[in-house]
């Protein structure tokens, strides 16, 4: 897992980041005085929740401007969601999260018999859209879904989302 941290302010050399190591300790250095926010690149996961000390900062920025900061606690998921449907072939189906700093997309082309399947997306709000599969995510359109993670506290199947053609390609 990369952790890395990202500010609104412009930093010379680029955001301070860092690797887990096997045990999940990490430290990231070089941290200016500021506001900051977390982004976790976790392959197939997502993070779920991050705690500095006793406050949640997981879609909040970090006070930083003491320069002391009590411990990071993150929590990382692989708890994720499918999305399954119908699109024209040839194009892409992209999700995103809406209001999300963490950018965690997901896109996926359709296939010639129309159908696509987008795994390992983050659970809750997303905006799903079809594009051209050279560019990047359209900015207007497309449906907002919620998705379920795949599996209950209980470890058995939830429900899928499945969205259609005629409501998301329009």
């Known amino acids: 897992i990369r952790i890395q941290l990202t500010s609104d302010n412009v930093v010379a050399g680029g955001f301070p980041d860092a690797q887990a190591s096997s045990d999940g300790t990490?430290?990231?250095?070089?941290?200016?005085p500021g506001a900051w926010r977390i982004i976790a690149q976790a392959g197939k996961g997502f993070?779920?929740?991050a705690w500095l000390g006793n406050e949640n900062v997981t879609n909040a920025p970090m006070d930083l401007s003491s320069g002391t900061a009590a411990p990071l606690r993150l929590v990382v998921s692989t708890?994720?969601?499918?999305?399954?449907?119908?699109?024209?072939p040839g194009m892409a189906v992209f999700t995103e999260r809406p209001n999300d700093y963490q950018h965690?997309?997901?896109?996926?082309?359709?296939?010639t018999g129309g159908q696509f399947t987008l795994e390992n997306v983050v659970p809750g709000k997303q905006r799903v859209?079809?594009?051209?599969?050279?560019?990047p995510i359209p900015e207007e359109g497309g449906q907002e879904i919620t998705t379920r993670s795949r599996f209950s506290k209980d470890r058995s199947p939830r429900r899928v989302t499945r969205v259609s053609s005629h409501s998301c390609c329009s």
Not at 104 to 111: E, G, M, S
């Open 26 to 32: 990490f430290a990231v250095r070089g941290v200016i």
């Open 47 to 49: 993070l779920k929740s």
């Open 79 to 88: 708890n994720t969601a499918t999305v399954r449907g119908t699109a024209p």
């Open 104 to 111: 965690l997309q997901r896109v996926t082309q359709v296939d």
């Open 129 to 135: 859209v079809v594009g051209d599969p050279a560019s």
